[in-house]
């Protein structure tokens, strides 16, 4: 079956600009998560949705940072005024219930000029 | 907050001999630990977890251990092959809060032929 899917798989922007990452979760998984994984370090979490619903979102590094889940179903992570900081693989992952098995996406790799 | 240690950061084997990776733990709420297996490129895997209420758990060359007094569990890989090179984490969640998984920074594992 079809996996948890981002687009885009890459991106590169200039410093200043907004970008927007989706991701559609496996059908039926009601918990999305994003986490952050810089180069040569290991993942951090950024945020989780149960439903359409973010319960905590301190995890959020700025408030350049922001997400939102429509639907029960797609999320989109979007970044304002992109720093250098910024760069970054950006992934994303369901589960059927929170918490459970974490399944992740492929990511978007970020590159903020 | 929770703080996932993981040791080696680098780990080179013979291919056909075994692999052990470690990771400590702070939060004595934790409760689940899974491992996964990162290929360049794509997304992390999973390929074992295990729960509190478990000490070991195998599936075929792979193994889990867990001891929740002392705070640390471990990847056994037995047999390895040339495609088990790839980068581990390993990570913990307490389950039950708004919380996603607080990851290791990784271990990567070189399978010398």
């Known amino acids: 079956g079809a996996g948890v899917s981002q687009s885009p798989s890459n991106k590169v922007t200039e410093k200043g600009k907004d970008v927007e990452l989706r991701c559609d979760p496996i059908?039926?998984?009601?918990?999305l998560y994003w986490y952050r994984q810089s180069l040569g370090q290991g993942l951090e979490f950024l945020i989780y949705f149960q439903g359409n619903s973010a319960p905590d979102k301190s995890g959020l590094p700025s408030d350049r940072f922001s997400a939102e889940r429509t639907g029960g179903s797609v999320s989109t992570l979007t970044i304002q005024r992109t720093q250098q900081e910024d760069s970054a693989v950006y992934l994303c992952?369901?589960?059927?219930?929170?918490?459970?098995?974490?399944?992740f996406g492929p990511g978007t790799r970020l590159t903020v000029l | 907050g929770e703080n996932v240690e993981q040791h080696p950061s680098t780990l080179s084997v013979q291919e056909g001999d075994s692999a052990v990776i470690k990771c400590t733990y702070s939060d004595s709420a934790s409760n689940y630990f899974p491992w996964y297996k990162q290929e360049l490129g794509k997304g992390p895997q999973l390929i074992i977890d295990i729960r509190s209420n478990v000490g070991e758990k195998k599936d075929q060359r792979i193994a889990v251990t867990l001891n929740k007094t002392a705070k640390h569990f471990s990847l056994h890989i037995t047999e390895t092959q040339p495609e088990d090179s790839a980068v581990y984490f390993c990570a913990s969640s307490r389950g039950g809060g708004a919380d996603g998984l607080t990851f290791g920074k990784g271990t990567h594992l070189i399978i010398q032929p």
């Open positions: 992952a369901s589960s059927s219930f929170h918490p459970n098995e974490q399944f």
């Open positions: 059908s039926g998984h009601t918990a």
